[in-house]
């Protein structure tokens, strides 16, 4: 081992002690119930539980007298959170049937029995079945309500006691979130009255590359209220989860980035206080905070020509800026901590690597304690809990309950196997004197009914400085930060001001400018040209020297034509489609060309407007050209449904999820490549279903009566953003004039 040590609309901890010997972070949820765990890393956002009495074996036979509940209907990958009484997790819909989806279910915490389920599709996504419910939901004790991301992009808050639907978006239509094959998917974090969720996101206009961006919006509707990311054209996707705390008196949000970086921004407005460049690939653990000291880790290439993989850091949160060199307290290389987040506990960090073993270092030096401890299997991604002064740790096929030693970092205490199949990738948790545990088989609720359960108090949270302290204005928010709206709408806007700790002050009258078409008043109402066709504007908000900017794509009903001509770039309001894409000219005629050489933009999708959009018709004409025999995939999409021309296999598809195939229709259809064909796609809601009509024919002859091909889904998607699909890995698609008009 070497150490290092170097410094729209549609769109808590203080340093404590337990049993003298537990240090932990610096912020705490406001949560009703104080044994309540509302975040999948618990009330102190770091893993802690300050219960007692509970039990000291694992024991998930049939049979076993731990066992209070069992569901073998909710196994899956999510890890639950428990709020007011009820379990609420994500799983698989219909797992196995050409129905299958999603859904958040809420369960009685006590009995284990359902309460209410709320079911969605998953669609134009590449994401596995096996990895549906990736995501946790998070709860929001002053409100009540539940936040969940499905693995699609589908984002919704819902109502924690009936599952009713407060508010929705699908981010992948709206922004552009990325949903891949790996199937990582971020988890929702509540801060004040904001809920904060984050993906690679490849948006519109200026936003079109490829960062991973996080997007603040008001907890109650959603709202976007302030929309920022970190460097572009990062390598990986994350799922690093953020931990909230206070540093040097200030809130902050501090993450892992699918940049290689850590990052601390202000949780209300999204401004970055530091960034700590940690890895040459993305980060997926979530970090841990203790006082003002953060702890991470990962499993990729370091940084600074290092041919060592993994490393676990301590940084200087109370930094600014690029604290890449003075912010690092010590630094350990080859240390494989990638998926699972660390512990402090007393002086020492519990780092469990990627293979199931277990490493203590001291929290101050990052110097090794004891030898490492396997915990049995061969991986390991679930995050260990600490509660009732033991380590409950799962690797996917075995389990180890462990206690804190002080010469040797810790001692097994028992250790067990899981049954053949079951695997755990989801955390324990712990609340009102369970440990709830999902499996790839079942969720469990386990308990000693032996034991008298107990809680120690939880510690106050660290005060942030007090914003009568700083009364000058450093930031200038303006509100909705991102609209979707359409010719003629009006829209008001807020300005807000804020402290250089990210404090709100107050709002404020400004002087508005507008960079493209509409209007704006002195009282911040917009609004858009009546005849506007496609188009985007920027408003900016000035008060003194500060200013601030919200961006709007206007677009209008049905009709839509895009024939390119006279254009540079693809339509700004587009979706994801113009850092994939470019303008070219052929002879007189100007078309939209996917290239090949975008690394990992190749296979793609890009939207074209409002996610309410249902039964109508898209049309484009299209060519895929041919390179060492190879053809692309070109495809229509429309209100969640793909028709696509598959070039390798020579067949013509309708699906809706590409990897799990729910509902599809194949049928074998030549076409040659470098030559013009008309596609056409059809979506119309009839009764309770959807039906999928596609046609496609030579561009030059007529129109055929028939269609070439026909699909039926029995769980529909009944509304959805028209857009392309395009697989130009191999050779290169051309589109032009697409026409989408109502059925």
């Known amino acids: 081992m070497k150490k290092t040590t170097r410094s729209c609309r549609l769109l808590f901890f203080a340093i404590a002690t337990l049993a003298g010997s537990l240090a932990t972070s610096s912020t705490t949820i406001a949560a009703t119930d104080p044994l309540d765990w509302s975040n999948w890393r618990g009330p102190e956002l770091n893993g802690v539980s300050r219960e007692t009495g509970l039990v000291d074996d694992i024991d998930l036979d049939e049979g076993s007298e731990m066992i209070?509940?069992?569901?073998?209907?909710?196994?899956?990958?999510?890890?639950?959170?428990?709020?007011?009484?009820?379990?609420?997790?994500?799983?698989?819909?219909?797992?196995?049937?050409?129905?299958?989806?999603?859904?958040?279910?809420?369960?009685?915490?006590?009995?284990?029995?359902?309460?209410?389920?709320?079911?969605?599709?998953?669609?134009?996504?590449?994401?596995?079945?096996?990895?549906?419910?990736?995501?946790?939901?998070?709860?929001?004790?002053?409100?009540?309500?539940?936040?969940?991301?499905?693995?699609?992009?589908?984002?919704?808050?819902?109502?924690?006691?009936?599952?009713?639907?407060i508010w929705s978006l699908p981010l992948h239509e709206q922004f552009g979130l990325l949903s891949t094959y790996g199937g990582r998917t971020n988890f929702p974090i509540i801060c004040d009255d904001l809920v904060i969720i984050s993906a690679i996101i490849i948006?519109?206009?200026?936003?079109?590359?490829?960062?991973?961006?996080?997007?603040?919006?008001?907890?109650?509707t959603g709202e976007v209220v302030w929309y920022n990311g970190t460097s572009l054209l990062p390598d990986d996707t994350t799922y690093s989860s953020p931990a909230l705390a206070v540093l040097n008196g200030q809130k902050a949000m501090v993450f892992g980035s699918g940049d290689g970086q850590v990052w601390a921004f202000q949780p209300r407005t999204g401004q970055p206080i530091w960034r700590y460049d940690f890895s040459l690939r993305g980060l997926n653990v979530s970090p841990v905070i203790v006082g003002e000291t953060v702890y991470m880790g990962h499993s990729e290439e370091n940084i600074g020509g290092s041919t060592a993989m993994g490393a676990v850091a301590a940084i200087n949160g109370a930094s600014q800026g690029d604290i890449?060199?003075?912010?690092?307290?010590?630094?350990?290389?080859?240390?494989?901590?990638?998926k699972?987040?660390?512990?402090?506990?007393?002086?020492?960090?519990?780092?469990?690597?990627?293979?199931?073993?277990?490493?203590?270092?001291?929290?101050?030096?990052?110097?090794?304690?004891?030898?490492?401890?396997?915990?049995?299997?061969t991986s390991l991604r679930a995050c260990p809990l600490y509660a009732d002064g033991k380590i409950y740790a799962f690797s996917t096929s075995a389990w180890a309950i462990l206690q804190p030693d002080e010469k040797?970092?810790?001692?097994?205490?028992?250790?067990?196997?899981?049954?053949?199949?079951?695997?755990?990738?989801?955390?324990?948790?712990?609340?009102?004197?369970?440990?709830?545990?999902?499996?790839?088989?079942?969720?469990?609720?386990?308990?000693?009914?032996?034991?008298?359960?107990?809680?120690?108090?939880?510690?106050?949270?660290?005060?942030?400085?007090?914003v009568s302290e700083d009364q000058q204005p450093a930031h200038l928010q303006l509100v909705p930060a991102e609209l979707l709206t359409k010719p003629g709408a009006e829209q008001k806007y807020r300005v807000r001001l804020y402290n250089s700790h990210g404090q709100f002050l107050k709002e404020s009258p400004a002087t508005f400018a507008l960079n493209g078409p509409g209007t704006i008043g002195e009282d911040g109402v917009f609004r858009a040209a009546a005849d506007a066709p496609h188009t985007a504007t920027i408003i900016t908000a000035t008060v003194g020297d500060l200013t601030g900017r919200a961006r709007v794509r206007v677009i209008p009903d049905l009709p839509w034509k895009f024939d390119f001509e006279g254009l540079s770039d693809l339509p700004?309001?587009?979706?994801?489609?113009?850092?994939?894409?470019?303008?070219?000219?052929?002879?007189?005629?100007?078309?939209?060309?996917?290239?090949?050489?975008?690394?990992?933009?190749?296979?793609?999708?890009?939207?074209?407007?409002?996610?309410?959009?249902?039964?109508?018709?898209?049309?484009?004409?299209?060519?895929?050209?041919?390179?060492?025999?190879?053809?692309?995939?070109?495809?229509?999409?429309?209100?969640?449904?793909?028709?696509?021309?598959?070039?390798?296999?020579?067949?013509?598809?309708?699906r809706s999820w590409a990897p799990q195939l729910r509902m599809d229709k194949t049928i074998d259809f030549a076409w040659q490549p470098n030559v013009w064909y008309v596609m056409k796609l059809q979506a119309s809601?009839?009764?309770?279903?959807?039906?999928?009509?596609?046609?496609?024919?030579?561009?030059?002859?007529?129109?055929?009566?028939?269609?070439?091909?026909?699909?039926?889904?029995?769980?529909?998607?009944?509304?959805?953003?028209?857009?392309?699909?395009?697989?130009?890995?191999?050779?290169?698609?051309?589109?032009?004039?697409?026409?989408?008009?109502a059925n």
Not at 207 to 217: L, S, V, Y
Not at 324 to 338: F, H, N, P, R, T
Not at 448 to 463: C, N, R, T, W, Y
């Open 68 to 165: 209070e509940w069992k569901r073998d209907d909710l196994g899956g990958r999510s890890t639950p959170i428990v709020m007011n009484g009820k379990l609420y997790t994500i799983v698989r819909a219909e797992p196995d049937t050409d129905r299958e989806g999603e859904k958040v279910v809420c369960v009685d915490a006590v009995t284990g029995k359902t309460i209410w389920e709320n079911r969605f599709n998953v669609w134009l996504s590449d994401v596995p079945a096996e990895r549906v419910g990736w995501s946790s939901v998070v709860g929001d004790p002053d409100t009540g309500y539940v936040y969940a991301l499905g693995v699609c992009g589908f984002f919704q808050c819902l109502n924690g006691e009936t599952g009713e639907r």
């Open 203 to 220: 948006g519109w206009g200026d936003m079109a590359k490829p960062a991973h961006r996080f997007i603040g919006f008001d907890k109650k």
């Open 324 to 338: 890449s060199k003075s912010g690092e307290l010590w630094k350990v290389e080859e240390l494989m901590i990638g």
């Open 340 to 377: 699972s987040s660390p512990l402090v506990i007393g002086d020492y960090l519990y780092c469990f690597d990627d293979r199931a073993k277990l490493h203590v270092l001291d929290a101050k030096t990052g110097e090794p304690i004891g030898r490492p401890i396997s915990l049995g299997g």
């Open 408 to 466: 040797k970092g810790a001692t097994i205490l028992k250790r067990g196997r899981l049954a053949n199949g079951e695997e755990v990738n989801a955390s324990p948790i712990c609340s009102h004197g369970r440990i709830y545990l999902q499996t790839s088989s079942a969720t469990y609720s386990l308990r000693d009914k032996s034991k008298e359960q107990g809680a120690d108090p939880l510690p106050d949270p660290v005060a942030e400085a007090s």
């Open 572 to 654: 700004v309001t587009w979706v994801g489609a113009r850092y994939r894409h470019v303008i070219r000219k052929e002879g007189d005629n100007t078309m939209a060309v996917k290239v090949t050489t975008i690394p990992k933009g190749t296979r793609s999708r890009c939207w074209f407007g409002p996610s309410d959009l249902h039964d109508y018709t898209i049309q484009a004409d299209v060519r895929g050209l041919i390179a060492f025999d190879k053809m692309p995939d070109i495809g229509l999409t429309a209100q969640g449904y793909a028709l696509d021309m598959q070039g390798a296999s020579q067949k013509l598809q309708i």
């Open 685 to 741: 809601n009839e009764e309770s279903r959807t039906v999928l009509r596609g046609k496609v024919w030579p561009r030059g002859e007529d129109e055929p009566a028939e269609w070439t091909i026909t699909a039926t889904d029995e769980a529909p998607n009944l509304s959805g953003s028209p857009g392309l699909f395009g697989n130009a890995k191999d050779a290169e698609i051309h589109i032009d004039n697409i026409l989408v008009t």
